[in-house]
């Protein structure tokens, strides 16, 4: 379904997908901004309809909406799957990017986009998985957590790596102090996989 390579020097088109405050959709806008990243995001989707990351992507200019994934709480699937589909074709997106998108993606969206779906976790995957990493991490005693870009598979938390960020774990920390710290890596990760990934997409 996606369309063969574009030349070398066109700008990655990134779909963002999120469903919070959509802090790493902006550290991707301000790596476009800065020239550091050569991108465009072409549209922003929630399955929140108040969520902030629509405000900041209208802020930007950028086609941001409200898209419903009901009836299912914790999965994009569906015809809801199969209306973010027909969204994101409409853009001609090339990648998309779950920035706080809290769904499993399905089958029908992973084959339509192979390869081209990236996600973040806050933790060095493979440890700590699924929610609440950070406080995983602290509970477990571990001395160094951090952040992964990774290629989003049928799995949860499953997919190849792309990129790590590696965070001292300090001995006062608190949950929110670790994540907070690992919010600032994140930030910086997700633009250096998608540099990463445009290579590769544009090779």
């Given at each position: 379904m996606l369309k063969k390579n574009k030349k070398n020097n066109e700008p990655l088109r990134i779909a963002v997908l999120g469903?919070?405050?959509?802090?790493?959709?902006?550290?991707?806008?301000?790596?476009?901004?800065?020239?550091?990243?050569?991108?465009?995001?072409?549209?922003?989707?929630?399955?929140?309809?108040?969520?902030?990351?629509?405000?900041?992507?209208?802020?930007?200019?950028?086609p941001s909406r409200f898209i419903s994934a009901a009836p299912y709480?914790?999965?994009?699937?569906?015809?809801?799957?199969?209306?973010?589909?027909?969204?994101?074709?409409?853009?001609?997106?090339?990648?998309?990017?779950?920035?706080?998108?809290?769904?499993?993606?399905?089958?029908?969206?992973?084959?339509?986009?192979?390869?081209?779906?990236?996600?973040?976790?806050?933790?060095?995957?493979?440890?700590?998985?699924?929610?609440?990493?950070?406080?995983?991490?602290?509970?477990?005693?571990?001395?160094?957590?951090?952040?992964?870009?990774?290629?989003?598979?049928?799995?949860?938390?499953?997919?190849?790596?792309?990129?790590?960020?590696?965070?001292?774990?300090?001995?006062?920390?608190?949950?929110?102090?670790?994540?907070?710290?690992?919010?600032?890596?994140?930030?910086?990760?997700?633009?250096?996989?998608?540099?990463?990934?445009?290579?590769?997409?544009?090779?």
């Amino acid at each position: 379904m996606l369309k063969k390579n574009k030349k070398n020097n066109e700008p990655l088109r990134i779909a963002v997908l999120g469903s919070g405050k959509g802090s790493n959709c902006q550290s991707i806008i301000d790596a476009i901004a800065n020239g550091s990243l050569s991108a465009e995001i072409v549209c922003v989707i929630s399955d929140v309809e108040d969520a902030y990351i629509i405000e900041r992507g209208i802020e930007n200019g950028i086609p941001s909406r409200f898209i419903s994934a009901a009836p299912y709480k914790t999965k994009l699937d569906g015809q809801a799957e199969q209306n973010y589909l027909e969204e994101l074709r409409r853009y001609d997106a090339e990648v998309i990017v779950l920035a706080g998108f809290m769904r499993i993606v399905k089958k029908r969206l992973l084959d339509a986009f192979p390869r081209r779906i990236l996600n973040i976790h806050p933790a060095l995957l493979p440890a700590f998985p699924g929610v609440d990493s950070w406080k995983q991490a602290l509970d477990y005693g571990v001395k160094i957590a951090g952040c992964t870009v990774h290629y989003v598979d049928e799995g949860i938390d499953t997919g190849s790596i792309i990129v790590q960020r590696a965070v001292p774990v300090l001995d006062d920390d608190t949950p929110e102090l670790l994540h907070t710290r690992i919010q600032v890596e994140e930030h910086k990760a997700y633009p250096d996989a998608l540099r990463i990934l445009r290579a590769i997409i544009r090779d």
